[in-house]
Nanobody
Framework: QVPLVESGGGLVQPGGSLRLSCATSGFTLDVYTIGWFRQVPGKEREGVSCISNSNGGTYYARSVKGRFTISRDHAKNTVYLQMNNLRPEDTAVYYC??????????????????????WGQGTQVTVSS
């Protein structure tokens, strides 16, 4: 079990930016692939981005490519999702998740929730004027 905690969500106007954080305690996130997902009520959870534990590769859903950036801060043991030029359709609860340390599901798109085992509690992002 890898406990994950998301933070950084909030209310932002269209065109604005937010940076989400995914942190843990007792584990080193560098050895885990991390995925970011989002979900709105009544819809399936959608893979947004991931960063590989094997080669540092990153992948993005088409809907966020060019606007969102995933990155690691090794010193802070944290993975970030920088979200720029936010749109109302980005409104959702955002989750970070990881798989077992010996498995790397971040190899292509789409980013699939069933390939990830451990999830945070989510953070709400609302884009509205």
């Amino acid at each position: 079990q890898v406990p994950l905690v998301e933070s950084g969500g909030g209310l932002v106007q269209p065109g604005g930016s937010l940076r989400l954080s995914c942190a843990t305690s007792g584990f080193t996130l560098d050895v885990y692939t991390i995925g970011w997902f989002r979900q709105v009520p009544g819809k399936e959870r959608e893979g947004v981005s991931c960063i590989s534990n094997s080669n540092g590769g990153t992948y993005y859903a088409r809907s966020v490519k060019g606007r969102f950036t995933i990155s690691r801060d090794h010193a802070k043991n944290t993975v970030y999702l920088q979200m720029n030029n936010l749109r109302p359709e980005d409104t959702a609860v955002y989750y970070c998740a990881t798989a077992e340390s010996d498995y790397d599901p971040c190899t292509t798109v789409p980013i699939l929730p069933y390939q990830y085992d451990y999830w945070g509690q989510g953070t709400q992002v609302t884009v509205s004027s």
